[in-house]
């Protein structure tokens, strides 16, 4: 009796941003999917996983790449300028990856929905509701996947945590603390290009609100948010330096708890953490302490720690290795969510029959803990954040904002003003 041969399938892929996210992540991604001849599934078969095509504003981070990873990719076409993303749009892609600076997410994945391609957008999604909602109606309208980059929830210590809590072995939290803090190597010259106007809490608090709301559920009910400004930027202006955001949550027993969460990108570049993050959960019933940083490893090599190296490491999130069997590697939770939405993308596109791919595109929808929809009280906390820094800036400090009272979704109370600003009327729960 003879067996048919498995199905093989090709998805292409194009890359919107290739700056530190990309090389981290995305690249060894492909460059793995390439040399492993790409994803296999019962459901959907073989499906290969090209590198199809790459836009940026220059240009030049993606020519570098197509010289040095010659073998490492297929031949990948690279779209440079104002129109990069349209071209590229216009290309043969299946799907389009985000990962441009925060505050050019919205225009880039509103044109990947509008093309009818598939989108992974990294995080924050998008710095409003009002955004949000227009993504996911076009999502719908086109019916494709718009999903979020959202790694830290593969870690596999905050898969842990959510065990615990879904087990009911830690019970009801009672308020949490959460810190990350990069080196000023970041802002002052990674990010140099675009860090005007910015705080690291857009940047990076977005993994530790989405953390919060994925693992314990309940209602986001208020935000509030200070700073430090003066080494990015003048002590006066736009940009900070650091920022401490408090959320309020409440659960359906009526209980509250809140969330503190840290966020700096001026840390010394010799701190012995590349990025120093920590959480700390407390709960009726017990303690949940967790550091990214400190998981038993300590290096010195003479010459070389800490600058070249540092001298704790994480080996979760994205590591490089020499296999036992002889084999390089580099891989880790920061990849690994990468793939997932690919083969989310695969399953939906091949997983079975052409007329039951609304249901499998439903059944993909609703994965909470990557999909647009499900982003909304996390959207919300950075909205509200960045509009409580904008009214600091201008000599307001100590604003407040509230979600889903009587006057708004997302209201802005000023100290001093009778008058509450509605930075977004709808509701922000659903």
Aim: hydrophobic fraction near 35%.
């Amino acid at each position: 009796m003879t067996t048919s041969p498995p199905a093989v399938h090709t998805l292409r892929a194009g890359m919107i941003g290739l700056g530190m996210i990309f090389d981290e992540t995305y690249r060894p991604f492909f460059e793995q999917a390439h040399a492993t001849g790409g994803l296999y599934d019962p459901r959907f078969g073989l499906c290969r996983v090209e590198f199809a095509a790459a836009a940026s504003r220059t240009g030049s981070r993606a020519e570098a790449y197509r010289k040095a990873s010659s073998g490492k990719v297929a031949e990948f076409r690279n779209f440079a300028g104002n129109d990069s993303v349209a071209e590229l749009l216009k290309s043969d892609v299946d799907f389009a990856c985000v990962a441009t600076p925060d505050d050019r997410h919205f225009a880039a994945a509103k044109a990947v929905l509008e093309a009818g391609k598939h989108l992974l957008l990294e995080k924050p999604s998008v710095l409003s509701l009002q955004e949000l909602d227009e993504l996911e109606r076009i999502a719908k309208q086109k019916n494709v996947l718009a999903k979020v980059v959202y790694h830290k929830l593969l870690d596999p210590d905050h898969k842990k945590l959510r065990t615990l809590v879904v087990d009911n072995e830690l019970q009801h939290v009672n308020n949490g603390y959460c810190t990350l803090l990069e080196p000023k190597s970041i802002s002052g010259s990674q990010f140099a290009e675009w860090i005007t106007g910015r705080n690291p809490g857009t940047y990076v608090a977005g993994h530790y609100i989405q953390l919060i709301d994925f693992t314990f559920g309940g209602r986001l009910k208020s935000v509030s948010c200070t700073g430090q400004r003066g080494l990015v930027g003048p002590a006066d202006g736009p940009t900070w330096d650091s920022n401490q955001l408090r959320l309020i949550y409440e659960y359906s027993d009526g209980r509250e708890a809140a969330f503190d969460i840290h966020t700096s990108w001026v840390t010394p570049d010799n701190f012995p953490g590349y990025v120093e993050q920590e959480v700390q959960f407390r709960f009726d019933n017990g303690v949940w302490n967790g550091h990214s940083r400190k998981r038993g490893v300590e290096l010195t090599i003479e010459g070389s720690t800490p600058f070249k190296r540092k001298t704790t490491v994480n080996n979760h999130y994205n590591g490089t290795f020499a296999e036992p069997w002889g084999e390089r590697s580099q891989r880790g939770y920061g990849i690994e969510v990468i793939e997932r939405f690919v083969r989310e993308v695969a399953y939906v596109e091949h997983g079975g029959p052409a007329g039951e791919r609304g249901k499998r595109l439903s059944e993909m929808q609703r994965l909470g803990y990557n999909d647009l929809a499900a982003d909304r009280q996390t959207v919300a906390a950075v909205q509200a954040m960045e509009a409580i820094l904008a009214k600091h800036v201008e000599g307001h400090p100590n604003c407040v904002v509230e979600v889903d009272s009587s006057t708004g979704g997302l209201v802005l109370l000023v100290p001093g003003s009778k008058e509450p600003h509605v930075l977004y009327p709808g509701r922000v729960g659903k």
